[in-house]
Every structure is written in structure tokens, then in C-alpha cells.
């Protein structure tokens, strides 16, 4: 009965959560099913068969390599398999036009297996280079199996280009279906995703800022701003967004989510300072956590419509906000505090001091969120 | 000449820094070379080329793909690659059967298209889960390419068992050949890196305290404790070693560096306290950093040597410290500063808080460390 549980209740019950979060992950599932589906074709129809034989199956292989949820994602691994094989295909071919030179039957392995020790080690070595790995890991690993795929087929079929040719229109044919499937239909676009994510975030450090609840931020991955820069103009967004600009937000926001946790950490600790000294830092803190939010969740509205006008509300809020942290300033400056426990003024004096921080972090975040608002 | 400096020198230097940053780059590299350069050699050999004929292809292919940097790693993806070509295979296989029995030319294909459908989406959505993400992902790819490659190769060959026995078979050659160069040439453990990684962050931490300079933490990536956990018994590790507390672990020192991090910058900031106030309270903080910081340095020890004597060493230390941040509360609690400017001590008492923060930070890693190095 655990088993049973174990093995088709909880994998259900997650299924469904899945589905529930995401409904696009199920639109993804039958996205690939249906190009795969779809390719597997070509080998059904004698017409279509005759023209590729076996290497039909390098179309299927494609598809079901590089189908990613985004369309950026897609993208960037068709471009990748795509010149990969290309160049590696061009480069086996001359490698086993080399070795057949030698026409001696021990010479030709020799120098076919040293060829591709050396472009395997190099490629490999290449794919650390920090720049590459980002943007052609992939390629290379193709290149390098596209290499010695048709460097060593040349030993057993002199065809060597009808291979390699056969190879790069197979893989043109899986990616291009590929890629039409996953943009024609219900398309993710990484960039949208990128976009929301950061406006939603930026949106949740504005309501932890009004009621001071639990916030919960979903990770800014780089993957995502990699993929967002493969995809071409979309939607809302131009050809030269400034794709970069979220990166250095996502920055800007894990700061500010910092000093919120610690803000947190302060109002959640049992030290608390008396009423009488609390009611004289209330008005100047109010008025900032209230003022920063209502500026943070303008920024959000900002990004989301890609209204420029926003950023005007949030800055005026932000300006307020700014002269309640001069006014506290000020008030620290007078000398009425000799009076009091210095222990029990701390915490409050703690928590003004980071309220202050948190409205020169919604400075900078406003800095950033007016390029990507206008 | 720019150009020249751009496509040639650039890399170069690139290229150096790599390979002096970490040597193994290099030896990986020509491992990688090694391995497929050795399981080519099937195709030039005719007696081992008959028995697989153009499939021996797969076994290139294999190592291409399966090999990694580390041992974990590696095994990881031979693993997935071998029950993904498996499972894949023998449902492909099952699916053919099925789809002969109808016999006509114009159902079986539909009912291979349906199958191919339900499988792939099936798989594509399961690789959504997040348990089977980190862990099989690859192998689930893998069951997906290898389900409709199998299943539509039977439309056009019926000796679907044998297609699935020679990829079977040429996969696992292609991966125990990489395992194999992989395990015996100079092995690279994922355990052993992460290891050290937590011991060096630790120590840094421990020099940071000391000379309060600047800090740079390499970041310990989750991918690193799937690898390690894949790999078996290796050096100083015994089989069941407890990788996850390295997540704890790095969770603790990120913590501990955010406070050191702050304290950084009220060190930095241009708000300084007087001389005489910053003397009274000099002797506890300087107590509480040196010690917290010969614990920190004593743990980063314990785990390199991995003898919990250090532990017990470090455990002294902060007992120290802890004997001290309890000096500097009390003296806080004294009413001897009713006298001064409440701004200027302000800083003064934030670093000494934040410094009680890090000694309590460090006694939450000292608690990890105990496991790790017993």
C-alpha cells in the first residue's frame, strides 16, 4: 500500500502541482511529441525515405535534442547543432581527403585517429573558455561529434561528402521543424519570462515593505538572460533590448531583499525598544517603508506596461521618502537621547538605519528600471 | 593588427590563464582526445568492425557525450545514458511488436506515430520534475531519442531486437571506454573539489576576520554535490559520506560572509567614532574577531585533514569569543554613555553587533564541521 502511494500517488500529486504552476509545461510536453511525432514521418513515406535512408533518423535525433521550453533556448541550441555540423562536417571531410592522400592502408588510420585526438582535445579545452561556454558549448560538443563522425565514416565509405551533406540537410530539417513548432505554436518567449520575473520581484519587495509579511523571490537564473538574447523582436520587445540591464537589476533587488531580511530580523527579535521611543522614529519610518513601496510597485506597474510615466510616480515617491530619511537624520543629530537606556534604543536606531538603505537601494533599482520602461 | 590581436592573441592569453588556473584542464582535455581517438579504432580494425558494422558510430558518439570533467560526473551520465538506452529500447521494441500485429501498411504507422507521441510527451513532461531533474535528466532524454529511433527503425527493418542489442551494447563499450580513461588517467573527484571548496570559503572567512581585507568566495554550485554523490568510495571517503551537509555548509558561510560583508562597509564608511569612544570597546571586538577567526581557520583545517581534534580546537576559540560579544553586552548595559553624541557612537555599536552576529555564525558552522570531519 506505502508502495503503491510511493510509486503513482505522489508522482500524480506533483504532476498535477506542476501542470497547476506552469500550464505551459504541459503545452511544452505536447509541443514535442507532436515535432517528434511529426519528423518520425519522414521515415514512413517511401518518397521521403529514399531520399535520406538511415540518416533519417538524424532529423528525429534533432528534434529531440534540441526542443527547449523557450524559444530563445530552441534558438540557441538550432544555431549551435546547426554550425557545429557544419563546420565539423566540413572539417572531417578534410581530414579524410588528408589521410587518403597517404593511401597506405597503415598510414591513413594513424593519421585519421592523430587528427582527431587533436580537434577532440581542442575542442574539448576550448569548450572552458568562460566566453564560449556560455554562448557555444553546445556547438562545440557537436562539432567535435560531427568531426569524428565523418572523419571516420570516410575510412568505411568514400562518400565522405554525400555523409556530410546528407547530415547538415537532416539536421536543418529536424531543427527547422523544430523551431517552427515551438514558435508557431503557444510560444515562450525567455525574455517575457525575464521580464516578469523581475517586475514581480520587484512588486514583492513593495509588499514586504507595506506589511512587513515573509517574501519569497524565484531565483533570476543568467541562463535565462543568455537564452532572452537568442530570441529575435517579439511582442513588445525591440530588436536591441538591453537584455543586460536585468542582470544588473536582479543584482540590485537581491540587495534590497537583504536588507529587508535583516530589517525582518530586527522587528522579529524579542529586544524591543518602549513605546515612548518608538513613537518619536514612527512617523519619519512610516513614511519611508510606505513611500519606498509605493515607488517599488510603481516600478513594476513601470516594467510591466513599458510605460515611462511610472517611473515619474515612483520618483516622486522616492523623493519623499528621502526627505523622511533626512528628517530622522536630523532628529538623531539633536541631544535629547542622553536620557535614555542606550540598549533599548539600538534596535530602533538599527532599524531606521536600514530603512535608510533600503530607500537609496530603490534609488538605484529606479536608475535602472527607467531604460527598461521606456 | 587589432584584428590579429583579437582572434589570435586574446585567446591565447585566454588559453594560458586556463590551463595555469587549473592544470587539470589540460589533462582533461587530452583524455578526452585519448578516449575517442581509442574507441575509433573499431572502425579501422575489420574483425571489430563486422560485428558492429555502422553502428560502431554509437560507441564514438558515447564517449563524446558522457564525458565530463569529474569522475562523478561522468558516471553520472554513463548511468543515464545506459538505463535511458535500456528502458528506451526495450519499450521501442515492445511498441514495434504491437504495431506489427496490426500487419496493415497504413494502421502500423499511425499506431507508431501515436506510440511515439504518448511516450515522447510523456517523457518531456516528467523531465519537469524536480527530483528527476537533478538526477536523470540526460537518461530521460536519452529513454526519449532511443523509444522513437527504435521503434520507427522496426518500420523499415524488422530485426528491431538486433538494432536495439547493437546500440545496447555499442553504448556501453563507448561508455566504459570513457569511465575507464576517465577513472584510471589522473582522476578528477567532484567530492574532493567540493571538499576543499568548503574548506578554502571557511579559511577565507577565518582571513577575512583577521584583516578584515577584501574577500572572494568561489561559489559552490548544487551541481557539484549531485556529481559527488555519484561517485563511490574514493581516498579519504568512506561510502556513505554526507554530501548534503556541504549544501548546509554553504548555506552558513554565504550567511556569515553577508555580515562580514556589512562590516565591511561600516569599516569603510566615512562615519567614524571618536578615538575615545572606539577604545572602550577595541579589546572586545578585536577579541571576538581574532578568536572567531582562528576557529574559522581551525574548522577549514579539520575538514582538509579531516581530524575533529581541530574541531576541538576551534570549539575553544569561540568559546572565547562568546565569553567576549557577553563582556561587550553588559557594557553596553552600563549608563556611562548618556554623556555622548548618540550619532557617533552609533557605528561603533553596529559593528560590535554585527560581530556578535559572526560569532554566532561561526558557532553554526563549527556544528556542520563536527560531521564532516569525523
Known sequence: KNLASKLVLEPARTARSLAQEDPRRIIHSIKVGLAIALVSLIYYFDPLYEGF?????????????????????????????????????????????????????IVEPIVLAASIFIFAATGTFARFFPKWKARCDYGLLIFILTFCLISVSGYRDDEVIDIALTRLSTVMIG??????????????????????????????????????????????????????????????????????????????????????????????????????????????CQTMSSESSHALKNMARAIRTMTSSYVAVAKSHIAIAKSAADNLKSLLKTNSW????????????????????????TVKIADSVHQLAS
Chains 1, 2 share one sequence.
Not at 514581480?200 to 519569497?216: A, C, H, R
Not at 539600538?346 to 532599524?351: A, G, K, L, R, S
Open 53 to 105: 535512408g538511415v540518416s533519417a533518423m538524424w532529423a528525429v535525433m534533432t528534434v529531440v535534442v534540441v526542443f527547449e521550453f523557450s524559444v530563445g533556448a530552441t534558438l540557441g541550441r538550432c544555431v549551435n547543432r546547426g554550425i557545429g555540423t557544419f563546420i565539423g562536417g566540413a572539417l572531417g571531410v578534410a581530414a579524410h581527403r588528408l589521410a587518403s592522400c597517404f593511401g597506405s592502408e
Open 175 to 284: 531543427g527547422s521543424a523544430a523551431l517552427a513548432i515551438c514558435i508557431l505554436l503557444f510560444p515562450v518567449w525567455a525574455g517575457e519570462d525575464l521580464h516578469h520575473l523581475v517586475a514581480d520581484n520587484i512588486e514583492k519587495l513593495g509588499d514586504f515593505l507595506e506589511g512587513f509579511g515573509d517574501e519569497y523571490f524565484k531565483t533570476l537564473e543568467d541562463g535565462n538572460v543568455n537564452f532572452a538574447k537568442w530570441e529575435f523582436r517579439h511582442g513588445k520587445f525591440r530588436f536591441r533590448h538591453p537584455w543586460g540591464e536585468y542582470q544588473k537589476i536582479g543584482g540590485l533587488i537581491r540587495e534590497c531583499a537583504f536588507r529587508l531580511d535583516s530589517l525582518n530580523g530586527y522587528l522579529k527579535s524579542e529586544v524591543q525598544a518602549p513605546q515612548e521611543i518608538r513613537e518619536i522614529f514612527q512617523e519619519s
Open 338 to 361: 542622553q536620557q535614555t537606556d542606550l540598549l533599548q534604543i539600538i534596535p530602533v536606531i538599527t532599524v531606521a538605519s536600514l530603512l535608510i538603505e533600503v530607500v537609496s537601494s
